[in-house]
Every structure is written in structure tokens, then in C-alpha cells.
């Protein structure tokens, strides 16, 4: 199992920058696909971005392609996600994601088992 701490969130004008982290505790963090997430109120879970171990394969839900960019530091244990030219739709709680198998790169929720406890982020216009 991972634990995730998800840091980052806030308030910010649209069109301005986030960047979110999400810190990782456990030994296979490096084995493991990281996804965000994200849920706006009264909406269902969104998929936003995902990475495999290596962070040599990304992809991106299309409301975020172009804007976002996630990324991945193994030797420290954290992922990314660089959010730009943000909208007050991307208003959301971020979460990050580890995939439950290692070597499994996925997009889909059922496929993360663990979970962070997710960041606000508000986007004002």
C-alpha cells in the first residue's frame, strides 16, 4: 500500500498557475503508474492525468490536454501537476492515485488502489 499527500491547492484568478504535488510513502512508489483526479461539486470523479513508473509515458483527459502537465520525481518519492491557463471549470478536489499493480498503466479509477485525501483548487473568474 501507498499513502499520498496531496499539497498544492488554492485560490486563483482564471487564467492564472497551481502546481500540486502529491508525496508518497512506501517502497514501490517507483513501480507504480500516479494519476490525479479530480471532483467538482456534485459531479462525478473526473480523470485528469496520468504518468507510468517511468514518467516516460503521460496522457492527459482532454479538458486539461494543453494546459496541464503532470510529471514525476522517483528519488523523491512525489509526483506533479503543473496546471496553467486554469478555468473556473477546473474547479475541483484534486486526488492522486497509485495503481494498485505495479508495471500497470492505466486511466482507470478501478485500476488505483490507493488514494489521497485531495486538495481544493478554485478557480475564479
Known amino acids: 500500500q501507498v499513502q499520498l499527500v496531496e499539497s498544492g491547492g488554492g485560490l486563483v484568478q482564471a487564467g492564472g498557475s497551481l502546481r500540486l504535488s502529491c508525496a508518497a510513502s512506501?517502497?514501490?512508489?517507483?513501480?507504480?503508474?500516479m494519476g490525479w483526479f479530480r471532483q467538482a461539486s456534485g459531479k462525478e470523479r473526473e480523470f485528469v492525468s496520468g504518468i507510468s513508473w517511468s514518467g516516460s509515458r503521460t496522457y492527459y483527459g482532454d479538458s486539461v490536454k494543453g494546459r496541464f502537465t503532470i510529471s514525476r520525481d522517483n528519488a523523491k518519492d512525489t509526483v506533479y501537476l503543473q496546471m496553467n491557463n486554469l478555468k473556473p471549470e477546473d474547479t475541483a478536489v484534486y486526488y492522486c492515485a497509485a495503481a494498485q499493480t505495479s508495471y500497470k498503466f492505466t486511466n482507470k479509477a478501478v485500476d488505483f488502489g490507493s488514494w489521497g485525501q485531495g486538495t481544493q483548487v478554485t478557480v475564479s473568474s
Open positions: 512506501g517502497r514501490t512508489f517507483s513501480t507504480r503508474a
